[in-house]
C-alpha cells in the first residue's frame, strides 16, 4: 500500500464546512474538457514522480444495464481501441501503459460503464472515487506532481 495518498478534487475548498464536508454546488459530469485534463495531467505528474510508466488493472467492472450516471451511454463503456484484445484485454492484473491507463481514467471521469483501479505494485495507484474525486498514492512524496 502507498505511503503517501492524495484526494485530487475539482471542488473549490472555500465551500467546505468546519469537518471538510463539500457544501457547494456539485457538478458530478466530466466537463470534457479543461478540468478533466488537468485530472489526466495531475496523474501523469505523479506517475512520473513515482517513476511509473505502466500499471495494472485490479477489480475491473463493466456496468449493467441499468444506467444512473449523467453521462450518455457508450458502445463499449469507453473501452473501445483501448486493448488490442477488444473488451477481453480488460481484466484483473492486465498490464497496461500509462497512456491507456489515463484514457481508462478519462472513460471513468465520462461514467461511460467501465471502471477499474489502476496499480503498480506499492510504487503508485490511482481509481476515480465517487463525484469525481480522484485518489492517488505513491510510495515517494512527488514533490514535482505537488508542485504543479
Not at 503517501?4 to 466537463?31: C, L, M, N, Q, W
Request: hydrophobic content about 40%.
Amino acid at each position: 500500500m502507498p505511503s503517501f495518498v492524495y484526494r485530487i478534487t475539482k471542488y473549490d475548498p472555500a465551500h467546505r464546512d468546519e469537518r471538510g464536508h463539500y457544501t457547494g454546488a456539485e457538478d458530478t459530469a466530466s466537463d470534457h474538457g479543461p478540468v478533466e485534463d488537468a485530472y489526466l495531467a495531475a496523474i501523469a505528474a505523479f506517475a512520473k514522480d513515482a517513476g511509473t510508466d505502466q500499471v495494472e488493472i485490479r477489480e475491473p467492472q463493466i456496468g449493467n444495464f441499468a444506467r444512473f450516471g449523467l453521462e450518455p451511454p457508450v458502445d463499449g463503456y469507453g473501452l473501445a481501441d483501448l486493448f488490442p484484445a477488444g473488451p477481453a484485454g480488460f481484466h484483473d492484473g492486465a498490464p497496461v501503459p500509462i497512456a491507456v491507463g489515463l484514457e481508462l481514467i478519462r472513460s471513468m471521469l465520462r461514467d461511460n460503464g467501465a471502471w477499474c483501479r489502476l496499480e503498480a505494485g506499492d510504487a503508485f495507484a490511482v481509481h476515480v472515487g465517487r463525484d469525481q474525486y480522484l485518489y492517488i498514492g505513491s510510495n515517494l512524496p512527488c514533490e514535482t506532481a505537488l508542485a504543479r
